[in-house]
């Protein structure tokens, strides 16, 4: 596309809810809320308050019963707890980051009120006598449901004592079990994406690795790394892993934690820079490292903790390389290799999934203790000298909550054993380039031999292409959207008479991107000529390279000039996410601001919405009749609404 794109708490289920302004009054079944009833009381300024983690149906019914007691103008004031306020949640781990929710939060509530007068600020103190709402004079409702109504009662009290009139309180009833509501909890949400690959989501930290979307060589195994913070418990799943051997899969483990140890053996180049770097004091008197004294250096020291790390890794990833070529030669198809260090070390380059396993802090605390006898101090500065849970398993492409039983534990590996498999039907290393969920190495491979193109020419410029989509500041842009493309061209097949012609171009339309580029199309151009140079050692036709080299040129402006044939439908293909259903369209348009994210927040509102309105002004979005028909609707709506989000400015995020 164009660069032009400018202790545990458990959560109570929600149910089915119902408004009661006054306790006297009859109820008023939410969602179907009157649109004005002169019973209801109401009010120019209202407060509410939550996490609103995975927004769902509870969530929207009680912002529909704040709007419907909100009059003509009034402000709505909504409390959205932070990350710090919620470290004892179930899975807390997993709960979207603060501006996210605020996001969904604001997308929602314009879409249901475009002017309405929102303002967002962050819940910092647990204690509901805290909150900002007890200061402000100009309230005079706040939302609660009945579960909260006593945090209610607490904060008028202190209003009181200050001087300040008590808030009218209006309640939301938890209804008979059986509802439809009453199943939903984003507790319950976050426990179903255990075990599942989390990827998709928008505020997905993705470092670079070999994704299964862009493998280069066929014949090494699929490579798992398995990770976890201190006392998580990654070496029993990995035994767990070792125990199941299923799916098909020829699958082999490797503990990197004990190769890693082996480079601390005298005679290694590894002993002489441990030595040289941390003193005699860390040598035992037989000669071997003091590993207790080493880690007495480096636990709670992050520069120590580096240091080390950069000693001992080079070898590390040395010995996986080496165990990883003689698994090929042997046909092993998936490894699974646990290491507690594959983020911080930047070993997940070499992985093409990582899959984390976490507990609570707490409870790794306790294992701490136990495990190694150590004071509750001396876990504490071991668990800060690490990465949060948090943090990992926002980079994880696979959770594992390992705080349960054992049978929990299996049932989530379970799961994530047979999704891997279905990914790549059985063979995460094996399957055909003509396939439509083919890794996309293997799409090029069939491409290349398609072409004819020599072995050494087709590997050289897999690994030119696969790293430019896998460059640092791309969000969007990346191989998952020539993966995308590819997936339509499969659907479309039939409709399109030259395909090596559509493949070349959906592999290099978008291998130059670079959101600061200043020439308009700049990228294009340049992702052209990148084309050309390829074209050139492979020795392609003229009359191919031509076609293709057109065919990119034109995502400069998808809509400009005439475009038949092949070409219509490429253009069309690239332009399909905008015809995404809403969640997918949420996830391109966040994605896109975040290449965008050196661009000042106003002015990146206004080039955006400039691009989105030119898009809703030229009528037609898509140029074949069958994209056209598929898309255009939903692609009106979801540009609708997202300038409508792009509007709103006064949401205070800090």
Same mark, same amino acid.
């Given at each position: ?52 983690? *995975? ?90 449901? *009945? ?11 202190? *209003? ?82 070792? /125990? ?48 207790? #004294? ?12 580096? *240091? ?61 203790? #136990? ?25 994880? /492409? ?102 090596? !012609? ?11 991107? /670079? ?22 050692? !492979? ?6 390279? /031509? ?108």
């Amino acid at each position: 596309m164009s660069n032009n794109e400018g202790g545990s708490q458990t959560s109570a289920p929600e149910k089915e809810v119902s408004l009661m302004a006054h306790p006297k009054e009859t109820p008023l079944t939410a969602p179907q809320l009157p649109q004005e009833n002169p019973s209801v009381k109401h009010f120019h300024s209202i407060a509410l308050g939550g996490t609103f983690d *995975r927004l769902h149906a509870g969530h929207e019914l009680l912002l529909d019963a704040a709007l419907r007691v909100l009059s003509p103008g009034g402000q709505l004031i909504i409390g959205v707890t932070t990350e710090e306020l919620l470290t004892n949640k179930v899975l807390a781990e997993l709960i979207e980051p603060y501006s996210f929710r605020v996001s969904q939060l604001t997308a929602y509530l314009h879409s249901r009120s475009p002017n309405l007068n929102l303002k967002i600020v962050p819940l910092i103190e647990a204690d509901p006598r805290r909150q900002p709402v007890v200061d402000n004079a100009t309230l005079e409702c706040i939302v609660v449901s *009945r579960e909260t109504e006593a945090a209610a009662t607490a904060i008028n009290e202190v *209003r009181r004592q200050k001087g300040l009139r008590g808030l009218e309180v209006v309640a939301v009833n938890l209804v008979a079990e059986g509802s439809a509501y009453g199943k939903l909890s984003s507790t319950e949400m976050r426990e179903r994406d255990l075990g599942r690959l989390l990827t998709d989501r928008p505020y997905f930290v993705r470092g670079p690795r070999l994704s299964h979307k862009a493998r280069l060589a066929a014949a090494h195994p699929y490579m798992i790394g398995l990770t976890g913070g201190i006392a998580s418990g990654k070496s029993s799943v990995r035994q767990m892993i070792e /125990d199941m051997r299923k799916g098909g899969l020829v699958t082999e483990t490797i503990d990197c934690d004990a190769l890693g140890h082996l480079s601390y053996l005298p005679g290694t180049p590894s002993y002489s820079e441990i030595a040289r770097a941390f003193g005699e004091g860390v040598v035992r008197e037989d000669g071997t490292i003091n590993r207790p #004294a080493l880690g007495a250096i480096v636990f709670g020291d992050p520069a120590q903790m580096t *240091r080390l790390t950069s000693i001992v890794w080079p070898a590390v990833r040395r010995l996986v390389a080496e165990k990883r070529e003689e698994m090929a030669e042997r046909g092993v198809q998936l490894c699974v290799a646990e290491a507690a260090l594959i983020l911080e070390s930047g070993f997940e380059t070499q992985m093409d999934e990582v899959w984390v396993v976490f507990v609570p802090r707490g409870v790794a605390r306790e294992r701490l203790m #136990a495990r190694n006898r150590l004071s509750g101090e001396e876990a504490d500065k071991r668990l800060d000298s690490q990465m949060s849970s948090a943090a990992r398993v926002s980079r994880a /492409d696979v959770a594992i909550s390992n705080t349960g039983s054992i049978e929990d534990t299996a049932r989530q590996l379970d799961l994530a054993w047979r999704l891997l498999g279905e990914r790549f039907h059985t063979s995460p290393a094996g399957q055909s380039s003509g396939s439509v969920n083919a890794p996309m190495w293997a799409r090029w491979s069939g491409l290349m031999d398609r072409l004819e193109v020599g072995p050494s020419v087709a590997e050289k410029w897999w690994a030119v292409v696969r790293e430019k989509y896998s460059e640092e500041g791309r969000f969007y842009h990346t191989m998952e959207h020539v993966r995308e493309l590819y997936r339509l061209c499969h659907t479309y097949a039939h409709f399109l008479a030259d395909l090596p !012609a559509v493949h070349l171009a959906i592999f290099f339309h978008d291998v130059i991107y /670079d959101p600061r580029c200043a020439r308009k199309g700049g990228n294009e151009a340049d992702s052209a000529a990148l084309f050309l140079e390829f074209a050139r050692e !492979a020795g392609l036709a003229q009359e191919l390279v /031509d076609k293709v080299e057109d065919f990119i040129l034109a995502t400069a402006s998808h809509l400009a000039g005439d475009a038949a044939g092949d070409k219509a439908w490429f253009l069309d293909f690239d332009l399909a996410v905008l015809g995404a259903e809403e969640g997918a369209y949420i996830r391109y348009a966040d994605n896109i601001w975040k290449e965008y994210r050196h661009v000042p927040e106003e002015q990146y509102r206004q080039g955006r919405t400039a691009v989105l309105r030119s898009f809703l002004d030229s009528g037609n979005l898509f140029r074949t009749d069958a994209l056209k028909e598929a898309l255009q609707n939903q692609a009106e709506r979801n540009i609708t609404a997202e300038i409508v989000g792009l509007r709103t400015t006064n949401v205070n995020l800090t």
